[in-house]
């Protein structure tokens, strides 16, 4: 990935600050927001680029929420949740399983690229595992670089 | 022709149904959709390959005015019968509220008329994907054994294809080209017998999670969200892409979806309202090769 990491402004002068993606996490209350918590406890070292956003279950996670979360800027989204057979709920990260699959089709169809759409099972003892999952998800984005296309659609119409 | 007549007429006059729900042909050739209330009136039902609109939608719980005519009748390709399933399975609809005519079908056109020729330009390039032309579990089967329909001249497994040898930038300026053009008139969600929400979160203000302006921002969360909640639903019956007025390629968008689906869950929209749409459902060994 030799890609330019440093975001242009649309003037296509090089912007001042280096590139730091946002991330949007979701996750669910059980498994991986404990998890991410006991990685803070832990005191692991993790880049500070995600922005948590805690639902009941993974079942709860609309696609929507994903859609929403790049059409306002987002560079990359992580989803995590129970692993199989864990689900405080039994049976809602299966659902999820099923959904995410078909929405990471759809998306990388319409021309998202994958990289950008993280999928995880991080348990509520797994801090490591959130701790290396962030950091890696962050490295890949930043050489990626900077989701343009959507900032592209903020502007499109706009004179 | 002369069959779906004569089971129209005789279930009108025997009083099985209050309304048969067919086509027929307007002054200018165009096939359109006919309420037959009388039995008189049963001669104007026509069946060719003019016939493309999915009559299923008519069903639906929403449209109150066609619930208030009574117990009904309807005329159905194997599409179409696909689509009165996909209520059923939804619970919907129920079965003995209601007649099927099923008819056999040798594939349609993309358009309603003028004429009802079928030939690689005029067909409809669903029909390629057809699983079976002749409707199961309806009440009354009609029509001769037809060929099937000529290969036409899209083929949308190859444009499919094609998209997806792209790289992932070319493909999103693709579908932003066309997804700027959506006027957000909803006509892809109102002809859908399978769009059937009772509130469409389209439609939703507060809060508002698809923007209603026709600005490719709400746009794209518009086709995503309708592409995914249709998908392992929709029949492949192509009336979204024929209600388009701006021409999205929506049923490249469908096949995708559908072929997905038979892919990875072994999922065939059928005719069967017992077999469960795969989304909704699951397998505890469900393929998790993405999941990290």
């Not at chain 2, 099937?148 to 190859?158: I, T």
């Not at chain 2, 024929?242 to 038979?262: E, G, T």
């Amino acid at each position: 990935m030799s890609q330019e990491s440093h975001p242009t402004t649309p003037e296509g002068a090089p912007h001042p600050e280096p590139f730091q993606p946002k991330i949007v996490a979701f996750v669910c209350n059980w498994c991986t927001y404990a998890g991410a918590d006991l990685a803070g406890t832990s005191r692991l070292k993790m880049a500070a680029n995600t922005r948590l956003i805690r639902l009941p279950c993974t079942g709860r996670i609309d696609p929507l929420f994903i859609t929403k979360a790049f059409e306002q800027g987002a560079d990359g989204v992580i989803v995590s949740g129970c692993h199989p057979a864990d689900c405080h709920y039994a049976t809602g990260n299966l659902h999820a399983r099923r959904r995410f699959a078909v929405y990471r089709e759809l998306m990388a169809f319409l021309g998202i690229d994958l990289r950008r759409l993280v999928f995880s099972w991080v348990s509520a003892s797994e801090g490591r595992k959130w701790a290396d999952l962030v950091n890696e998800t962050v490295r890949e984005l930043n050489a990626l670089g900077p989701r343009n296309a959507y900032p592209a659609v903020d502007r499109e119409g706009d004179q | 022709m002369k069959e779906i007549r004569e089971v129209a007429s005789a279930l009108l006059s025997g009083g099985q149904v209050d309304w048969v729900l067919g086509y027929e042909e307007d002054a200018k050739g165009l096939v359109k959709p006919a309420f037959i209330t009388d039995p008189a009136q049963a001669a104007r039902l026509i069946f060719d390959p003019r016939c493309v609109h999915n009559l299923a939608v008519y069903l639906l719980p929403g449209r109150r005015h066609v619930r208030a005519l009574g117990r009904g009748a309807l005329v159905v390709k194997a599409c179409d019968a696909r689509a009165v399933a996909g209520l059923l399975r939804e619970h919907q609809l129920q079965r003995d509220e209601l007649v099927l005519i099923g008819v056999r079908c040798g594939g349609v056109r993309q358009d309603p008329g003028p004429d009802a020729v079928l030939n690689e330009e005029s067909v409809a390039a669903r029909c390629a994907l057809c699983p079976e032309r002749t409707p199961q579990r309806v009440d009354h089967l009609v029509g001769p054994e037809l060929p099937p329909p000529p290969a036409g001249n899209r083929d949308l497994l190859r444009e499919i294809a094609e998209l997806e040898a792209l790289t992932s930038e070319a493909r999103f300026a693709f579908w932003s080209k066309h997804f700027s053009r959506c006027v957000r008139c909803h006509a892809c969600r109102q002809v859908c017998p399978l769009c059937n929400c009772t509130r469409c979160i389209a439609d939703k203000s507060q809060p508002q999670f698809i923007e209603a302006a026709p600005h490719l921002r709400g746009n794209l969360a518009w086709n995503i969200t309708r592409a995914l909640h249709l998908a392992g639903r929709c029949v492949g019956c192509g009336e979204c892409e024929r209600a388009c007025p701006v021409d999205i390629p929506l049923a490249l968008i469908n096949a995708k979806l559908s072929h997905f689906m038979h892919e990875r869950y072994a999922h065939e929209a059928s005719e069967d309202p017992e077999q469960p749409s795969p989304i909704g459902d699951f397998r505890s060994d469900d393929d998790q090769e993405f999941i990290r």
